[in-house]
């Protein structure tokens, strides 16, 4: 079935360090992903997309890993800060041409000064 | 630039009752989502909107309807409400049917007594 899922549920690190978020995803059929950040009382917020016919993607402090062949995606945070503390989730367009977002459950990033 | 607007922000209803949620779309785009998020989870998609008619739909039943205007804003309603229904509902934009980022308004908290 359709399922997006995450290896860890919580991440805790320290300001300045380097964050990875992992997230496994189970339709091989999806061609595109996207992460979101959500803080307490807001929806999510657009980070950073990756279609699959790349393997990475870049942006502003953070990268976007793409590996197909395990079906696996990675978001990762450089020198994280305290205000990139909230709970990340990573979509995958499970409807092909019909657009449609399927979320992982989301893993809560707690940064500490 | 106007982001995506939603109203109510928060509501209260009991069980059976009937409830309209509002969205206003990010200024540009004409393709309207509503999500479902329960607490500790990630968003669910129910359906979506594109030229006033429904395109796709998640597993939800039919007491889930919506609606989009000529201006692009939708509705979502939901009748003979029950206490599972309590979550968060999101509205997100986006421009056209292709892969591009959904843009989230903050939600609408419904709450079922």
């Known amino acids: 079935g359709e399922s997006v899922g995450l290896h860890l549920p919580t991440l805790s690190v320290q300001e300045g360090d380097n964050s990875i978020i992992n997230c496994a995803y189970s339709n091989s059929a999806s061609d595109y992903f996207i992460w979101y950040k959500q803080e307490s009382g807001k929806g999510p917020q657009f980070i950073i997309d990756?279609?699959?016919?790349?393997d990475k993607r870049q942006g502003q402090r953070v990268t976007v890993l793409l590996n197909k062949t395990v079906k696996h995606l990675s978001l990762q945070i450089a020198a994280t800060q305290p205000g990139d503390s909230a709970v990340y989730f990573c979509a995958e367009n499970s409807g092909g041409s019909n657009y449609k977002l399927t979320f992982g459950k989301g893993t809560l990033l707690t940064v500490n000064p | 630039d106007a982001g995506v607007t939603q109203s109510p922000t928060h509501l209260i209803k009991t069980r059976g009752q009937q409830v309209t949620l509002r969205c206003s779309p990010k200024s540009g785009h004409d393709t309207v989502s509503w999500y479902q998020q329960a607490l500790g989870q990630g968003p669910q998609f129910i359906f979506q909107y594109y030229e006033e008619e429904e395109r796709q739909r998640g597993n939800f039943p039919d007491r889930f309807s919506g609606h989009q205007f000529p201006n692009y804003s939708s509705e979502l309603n939901v009748n003979a409400l029950l206490l599972g229904d309590s979550a968060l509902y999101l509205c997100?934009?986006?421009f056209g049917l292709g892969n591009q980022p959904q843009h989230f308004g903050d939600g609408t908290r419904l709450s079922i007594l």
């Open positions: 990756i279609r699959s016919n790349m």
């Open positions: 997100a934009s986006t």
